[in-house]
């Protein structure tokens, strides 16, 4: 039942937030999994992929050994997909960006798996569809930097794909917003 997979991600999403301890324990006992298998079972329901990217960002917030599991389980390609499913919906590409922030986040295989999944190359061409979606502007941009820290690759991959451009339009079309300027 889709509605009850979406309700299971939104409760394991609840009761991680805030505990690090129950996060570990979701990830170790297969939450992680589950919500992956549920993103992979359901790719056409919006809701279900914005509320398992939702339980993904909440479990890999600052737990590498999430980010480890969400990798292993292909978490990422899932993420990625539900972000080319759903271009224009704004609460799956948030989500779905803060998910892949915090994958990656400490993660050198997971940077890695993303680049060569095109995530460079999704956020790019996302990140110019979509310039008023603030929210997913700011993790679109924060994604592009952690990625391009340290890593000539990725870096001559942004470039390449425009990305230097589509950040000076995140950066002018968000002006006011600290976050989106530090971020870009």
Partial sequence: SIAVQIHGATLLCNMAYGSPETKKRIGKIGGIDAIVDSMKA?????TLQQRCCMALQTLTWDIRVNQ???GRALGIEAILNALRSFPEEASVLFHGCAA???VCADEPDNRRRSADSGALELTISLLKGNLSQSDFVEHGLLFLRNMATGDKAAQLRIGSEDGVQVIFRCLSGHL???TVTEYG
Avoid: F, K, R
């Avoid at 359901?42 to 919006?46: F, G, L, V, Y």
């Fill in 42 to 46: 359901h790719p056409s329901d919006s």
């Fill in 68 to 70: 480890w599991i969400t």
């Fill in 100 to 102: 892949l922030c915090n």
């Fill in 176 to 178: 006011g917003s600290t």
